[in-house]
């Protein structure tokens, strides 16, 4: 299953590693994807490795971000802007 994460903070990024961690296709959207790496993990205070998993990706684009597929991800702004057109229309 496809798993959209909005915001990497400390509860975006716990939700994030679990849902990787059974297999999941996360994607992380957040405004500082720089910041993440592939693979994240939950430490204890031990400073033991808990939970890991990995990540497809961590993006600030709500395309990356929310598109189902490759071909929705390409083809999301054409779409939109279709949807604007028509209703254009209907208004004049």
Not at 35 to 61: E, P, R, W
Request: proline letters at 1%.
């Amino acid at each position: 299953m496809k798993v959209t994460i909005v915001g990497g903070g400390n509860i975006g990024t716990q939700f994030a590693v679990h849902f990787a961690e059974k297999d999941h296709d996360v994607y992380i959207r957040t405004s500082k994807p720089s910041c993440f790496s592939s693979v994240l993990s939950i430490v204890n205070h031990n400073g033991d490795v808990i939970h890991q998993g990995k990540i497809k990706k961590a993006t600030s684009s709500d395309k990356e971000a929310f598109a189902i597929n490759n071909y929705e991800s390409k083809n999301w702004d054409a779409s939109y802007n279709s949807g604007l057109k028509k209703k254009s229309k209907k208004q004049i």
